[in-house]
């Protein structure tokens, strides 16, 4: 049914969501975008389904925004660029208001969009060893559509330490920043995990999507116009001179005129 995603059931309902892309990293492609916005959905609408697992296939989690993807938007149409800026703001959204608990098994590394794709888990678990970063600014780019996520999960005051500088951080200062609730051996992931999942299984499934919805609500308000205003704030930085010429350089193999 899917091309860059996996899903597995297992007998108790346990649905885990693999971003099945290892060879590119997990880099959020429309393509990818789109599948995981569908399967958002149809988890979401599924009786069987008791709890989500979201992990990565490969030795990164998700490496953000496909670059591909990324460079296609410097030559595209107004219209174009938030069509494509949507996609990623509203896929964001049907993971986030999913009612069903995400859990995300973070085996490896995470930058950009990859840092959204924690925040809009219930829990993050992840594995030592591995990196993180919202690397967006080197690119001439912004964290715009994952901000109201990411700001969410950390907090604003936590968030700004990492949310401009593009610096990289391990996992246990992602632990500090609220970004995963544990850190782990690799070897530990898998039992991490599970001690998350099982007391989903002795709940009334209709009274934890609605207490999900709830926190939601009064949680630091992601509708309709957090979501536009980060589209439009992207959109704006795909039009802007830096992020034209960060990209071009990555490209390139270079360093644009701002890097030390």
């Known amino acids: 049914m899917y091309e860059t995603i996996r899903i597995e059931t297992d007998a108790r309902g346990v649905a885990t969501l693999t971003l099945d892309r290892g060879e590119k990293h997990n880099a959020l492609s429309a393509p990818m975008m789109a599948e995981l ?49 949507g996609r990623l703001a509203w896929m964001l959204n049907a993971l986030n208001e999913m009612p069903k608990p995400l859990i995300g098994r973070v085996q490896g590394q995470a930058f950009g969009g990859g840092i959204g794709m924690m925040s809009v888990c219930d ?37 700004r330490r ?38 989903y299984l002795s709940c009334a499934p209709g009274a934890v999507a609605e207490a999900k919805a709830l926190a939601r609500r ?21 039009e802007s001179a830096e992020a034209e010429e960060g990209i071009a350089a990555f490209f390139a193999r270079d360093k644009p005129g701002w890097a030390r």
């Open 37 to 85: 916005t569908d399967a958002a959905g149809a988890l979401g609408r599924d009786p069987a389904v008791r709890v989500v697992v979201l992990t990565g296939a490969g030795p990164s989690f998700c490496a953000g925004g496909d670059l591909g993807w990324m460079k296609a938007q410097m030559a595209a149409d107004p219209a174009t660029r938030a069509e494509e800026a």
């Open 123 to 159: 829990v993050a678990i992840g594995a030592t060893g591995a990196k993180f970063g919202l690397t967006e600014t080197r690119l001439g780019l912004i964290p715009a559509t994952i901000g109201p996520y990411v700001i969410a999960r950390m907090g604003e005051a936590m968030a």
């Open 218 to 238: 009064l949680g630091p308000p992601i509708g309709r116009a957090e979501i536009e205003a980060s589209i439009a704030a992207l959109v704006a930085r795909w």
């Open 162 to 199: 990492v949310f401009m500088s593009a610096r990289l951080f391990g996992a246990e200062e992602a632990v500090t920043l609220g970004l995963l609730a544990q850190a782990l051996p690799p070897e530990g992931l898998d039992a991490a995990i599970e001690a998350e999942v099982v007391p």
